[in-house]
């Protein structure tokens, strides 16, 4: 039991000393800190390109009667809507898209460019479109939207696939997150300071105190020899020397 309760003190105090030792670098770890997340916040106005998005739905809807609408069509509208899901991210799309608007893309950055949603509950398919020009991301939203709705009623064979909502015109970009990669270069900087003032403490293996004599040697010290002023100071004049 002694011996236990020795082992936990003294995992009491090496922990006590680890936090003295980054209470005393509290500065140094402040400025890391600060200048990680600074060069974060930097490289994302300046390097990192402004992405906006565009949104348009579409739905889906299926009917054997034109006059009237069963709760089996709405069953089958919503079954449906994850097969266009995957019709509207298909390459034929893409490629329509492409020749459409002229764009200067393959139908794989196209693709890259657009996300589809769908909600398990609803007939409703929703199309993200992110690109660097706002305008742009809303005609390829729009066109996506179109040519899929063309494809869908051809291939599918079913009654409608309208227009739920237009796509919008987007006024501030949805990535890159200035505050968030702020928060993440800062606490990415705070890690890095702790773990090398941790790591070079831990490395050190430099007795300086009696009191490390006792704790690493197991040596009684029986007393100290204090440095005169004189030779503090004749110290201090050699090591100047040595560094000319």
């Not at 237009?166 to 270069?185: D, R, W």
Request: proline share 2%; charged share 20%.
């Amino acid at each position: 039991m002694e011996t236990t309760q020795q082992n936990n003190d003294e995992i009491e105090i090496d922990l006590l000393e680890l936090f003295h030792v980054l209470w005393s670098k509290a500065l140094v770890i402040i400025l890391a800190t600060a200048a990680v997340g600074l060069a974060a916040m930097l490289v994302t106005r300046v390097l990192l390109t402004p992405q906006y998005q565009s949104t348009t739905k579409m739905y889906i809807l299926t009917k054997q009667n034109s006059d009237t609408l069963t709760s089996s069509d709405l069953q089958a509208s919503e079954q449906l809507t994850q097969d266009c899901a995957q019709m509207i991210q298909s390459r034929q799309v893409a490629e329509a898209v492409i020749s459409n608007l002229s764009l200067d893309l393959k139908a794989e950055e196209l693709l890259e460019k657009v996300s589809v949603g769908t909600s398990t509950d609803t007939r409703i398919v929703t199309i993200h479109v992110e690109d660097e020009d706002p305008y742009l991301a809303c005609q390829i939203a729009n066109s996506v939207r179109n040519i899929a709705a063309n494809e869908i009623q051809s291939v599918m064979n079913i009654e409608a696939a309208n227009v739920f909502e237009e796509a919008n015109i987007p006024e501030t970009p949805v990535s890159p997150s200035t505050m968030k990669n702020t928060l993440i270069g800062a606490a990415l900087g705070f890690i890095i300071a702790v773990a090398a003032i941790l790591i070079s403490y831990l490395m050190n293996d430099t007795i300086r105190t009696s009191d490390d004599v006792e704790r690493y040697l197991n040596l009684s010290t029986l007393g100290t020899i204090p440095l005169a002023e004189g030779e503090v100071k004749t110290s201090k004049k050699s090591k100047a020397k040595r560094r000319r």
